[in-house]
């Protein structure tokens, strides 16, 4: 299992697999990663021809393989994100399998659960062995802070420590909050 640092600073680099396998709690955490990945994968004037997110749930197995195998048109790559993948039926997720293990080289693929677990051994294992499962596990209350210097630092700010201890205690750990509350704070401070 691939650990979200060195999923975030490999998709920095440029590096792009084939394969991904998001699930967890945190889904700030994964849409940041799923959000990465799409400005790496895919060029924006591409990406309505080479760019698709399916939602499982109304799905099939076969359905995602065939978009998953498609070719890129006038770009090399091609992006395919199943979100919730935990709703395909036994029979759908075995449909994917194959693909999994001889994934298209022209795709990048990634599957997401937002449940904590996802312990399908037939599609963890041909994922791991080609590409990168991460579980991006709920932030703690104490890197709450940490978290929040390091959102300033990227952004080439910084925050004093109180004020970050006072934005926890206020917005408590949740990232989207305290991303936006942050996110207005920086247009503020800019003007």
């Known amino acids: 299992m691939t650990k979200y640092e060195d999923l975030i600073k490999s998709l920095k680099q440029g590096k792009l697999l084939l394969l991904y396998l998001f699930f967890g709690e945190e889904e700030f955490l994964i849409q940041e990663a799923v959000d990465l990945i799409i400005s790496k ?47 395909l039926k036994a029979a759908d997720l075995e449909e994917l399998v194959p693909y999994l293990k001889a994934p298209s080289p022209t795709t990048c693929r990634v599957m997401i659960s937002n449940q904590p677990r996802f312990d399908k051994k037939s599609i963890t294992a041909p994922v791991e062995a080609r ?23 990227q952004r080439g700010l910084s925050i004093q420590r109180d004020a970050a ?27």
């Open 41 to 87: 994968a895919v060029d924006p004037g591409a990406r309505d021809f080479n760019f698709n997110t399916v939602y499982c749930k109304g799905s099939s197995g076969n359905e995602i393989v065939n978009l998953a195998q498609t070719f890129p048109f006038m770009s090399e790559r091609r992006l395919v994100i199943a979100k919730e993948i935990e709703a």
């Open 131 to 153: 590409g990168a499962v991460v579980r991006f596990y709920s932030i703690l209350d104490r890197d709450v802070n940490g978290w929040i210097d390091n959102w300033a630092r």
């Open 165 to 191: 201890q006072y934005v926890w205690q206020i917005l408590g750990s949740d990232l989207q909050a305290i991303t936006n509350e942050l996110q207005k704070a920086t247009i503020y401070i800019k003007d």
